[in-house]
């Protein structure tokens, strides 16, 4: 792996937005977004773009196997034929970015001893013991189903890639509604790939949505043992 060391990483990334505000706090970013309905074709810059896929490339996944990648669509023609294999959802054409995040099956087992040996020489995990882990990693894998493995992590990246851009200042809407085979057939995307999920990224065109409403703690959360009362 060609991955620089978290400081390195750290340094290319942008600490303000692009018009020098500070950073929204995490809070601010969960509480804020929304997602958004249409979008204006103002570009997202280039260096905030490469901090957007930086970040979500630094989410964790299960034995560190990193099985997502993200396939960037700005170009407008492009956008355009996704926007049809997307139910001709007018924001896949509208936002200057679409992302198109899949999980890949066999390329993921395949680039696991690399994944391995990396964390070992790091010192992320006994040389000695690599061999051994990397076999739990790939018997763990073959007893559960991939496309179910493979969407959980790879939501786990979306959903930071999600949280990155409304830290510096964009909007997102994430979309489940596409024809993953005309995903696939349009962008060149291997058989064995799992088409999860897309993400629109630029700026919103008003009205933004009004908060939705959320369930309180009461209803979604409880102590030790469901439907014991958290509070």
Known sequence: MTIANTPEIAAKIPETMPD????????????????????????????????????????????DLQPWRFIVVKDEQN?????????????????PVVIIAIGMKEETKRRADEVFQEAAQRGADNPDAVQQHERQAMDFLEHIPMNVWLNRHVMIAFTTMMYAAEAYGFDTAQMEGFDPAAVKKGFGIPDEAEVVALLAIGKMRPPDKPYPGRFEL???AYRERYGQPWT
């Open 79 to 95: 956008r355009r034929r996704l926007q049809k294999a997307a139910m001709n959802q007018a924001k896949v054409g509208e936002a």
């Open 20 to 63: 020098g505000t500070p950073l929204k706090p995490l809070s601010r970013v969960i509480l804020d977004r929304r997602a958004t309905s249409h979008f204006k074709p103002d570009p997202v810059p280039q260096e905030y773009l490469n901090a957007i896929l930086q970040l979500a490339s630094q989410a964790p996944s299960g034995y």
């Open 218 to 220: 009461d209803r979604i």
